[in-house]
């Protein structure tokens, strides 16, 4: 037996033949088990199971102005008044949707198996600080791991970065382990001061990609690290980029299982947690959409990569709905956002555009000048409501 979740309109007044018409004829283009209606002159029962939403709203738009009938607005309002459903294709689910296999003792069981162990029995202060005004809504040039020590502990919600494969470093061919010793020996050192500055409760998102040409899992490296630095791994979210412009035969053998070479296209945001997973904020500094949550909740972000990186001077930039999607998922309004590898402010624009506080560091006086150019030509994001 199919099961609906009901709704009920009750009426103040009898429903016009008009709006009767409306009604009918609205029930029939969506005949079937995913919607009824049932209506007399004192309620509209409406009992919903799956709508393809856009077409439902559509329709009742249609319908309305044909038949001069308001009625189908109020069918509308009182459907977007449920706020929890389920998305499968093109379709919201009202009813099951969130029906999951019941584990008894769940909590007991978590915290017996051991839920993020790695993570147990950290240092980290739960004590908060508020970062000086002096380092609020600023790009500073010079090095990361200089400026950070003159930081608070405990004072930046969210660091969201993407780390470059040097830092001026003399790059040597034949002293390829070497280098590679040094980069990380020198990123981590960062990453310990982000570490430090990062409050309790704040999140620390690196989107990486591997060097695949020279099978350094950078992104696996970067991991273990955080991990052995006992903050919780929350979680991975593919960043696709529908870019297949990669040679078959650049790298590996072709047609022959010798040497396959794999071809990625996506990159990778490993999202981190200090001390805790839940992070506190006010209710009204939450500018996420209903929608936006359902979306990007599901780890595969599809974003075309950033194509006015000319226009900017900068390589290798990450896109801004990129940075829009982290900051409204990540964090609140108001929070600090800081990038420690800033480039030419992806970060900071859009940290500033979406209400947020920021502070970006870069090492390259040319990219720190088109930030601040950039941050400070950024408009405030503001909704009417």
Not at 164 to 192: A, H, M, T, V
Request: hydrophobic share 35%; aromatic share 14%.
């Amino acid at each position: 037996m199919e099961t609906y979740k009901e709704l009920i309109i009750k009426l103040n007044n009898p429903l016009k033949e008009n709006e009767k018409q409306a009604l009918s004829y609205f029930a029939s283009l969506f005949r079937g088990n995913g919607f009824k209606i049932e209506f007399n002159d004192e309620m509209i029962k409406i009992f919903l199971r799956e709508i393809n939403y856009y077409e439902f709203k559509n329709y009742i738009e249609k319908v309305s102005q044909e038949y001069n009938a308001n009625i189908l607005t109020d069918i509308l309002k009182k459907v977007d008044s449920i706020k929890s459903y389920g998305i499968s294709g093109n379709k919201r689910n009202y009813v099951d949707y969130n029906k999951e296999r019941k584990v008894k003792d769940r909590k007991q069981k978590e915290e017996k198996r051991g839920q993020y162990f790695y993570a147990r029995n950290n240092t980290f202060s739960t004590k908060n600080n508020v970062l000086p005004v002096k380092y609020i809504n600023k790009i500073i040039c010079g090095d990361s791991e200089t400026i950070l020590k003159e930081i608070p502990d405990n004072s930046i919600d969210l660091i969201f970065t993407s780390p470059p494969y040097n830092f001026g470093l003399d790059y040597d061919s034949g002293q390829d382990d070497k280098f590679w010793k040094n980069y990380f020996d020198k990123l981590f050192r960062i990453f310990d001061e982000c570490i430090r500055v990062l409050k309790y409760g704040g999140r620390i998102i690196i989107n990486i990609q591997p060097l695949f040409s020279d099978y350094i899992p950078s992104h696996h490296i970067i991991s273990n690290y955080f991990i052995e630095k006992k903050l919780i791994w929350k979680g991975e979210i593919l960043w696709e980029k529908n870019n297949y412009n990669c040679k078959y035969t650049a790298w590996g053998s072709w047609k022959s299982p010798s040497n396959p070479y794999l071809k990625y296209t996506w990159e990778f945001l490993e999202i981190f947690a200090k001390g805790a997973l839940k992070k506190e904020g006010k209710r009204e500094d939450i500018d996420i959409e209903a929608e936006e949550f359902k979306q990007w909740v599901i780890a595969k972000w599809s974003i075309a990569p950033e194509r006015d990186m000319k226009k900017w001077g900068h390589p290798a930039m990450f896109p801004e709905k990129l940075v829009e999607r982290v900051l409204k998922l990540f964090s609140f309004k108001n929070d600090v956002v800081l990038d420690p590898f800033n480039g030419v402010g992806t970060t900071t624009a859009m940290a500033k555009k979406l209400g947020r506080k920021y502070l970006g560091i870069d090492i390259s006086k040319e990219y720190c000048d088109i930030a601040e150019k950039r941050t400070k030509n950024t408009a405030i994001e503001t909704k009417l409501f």
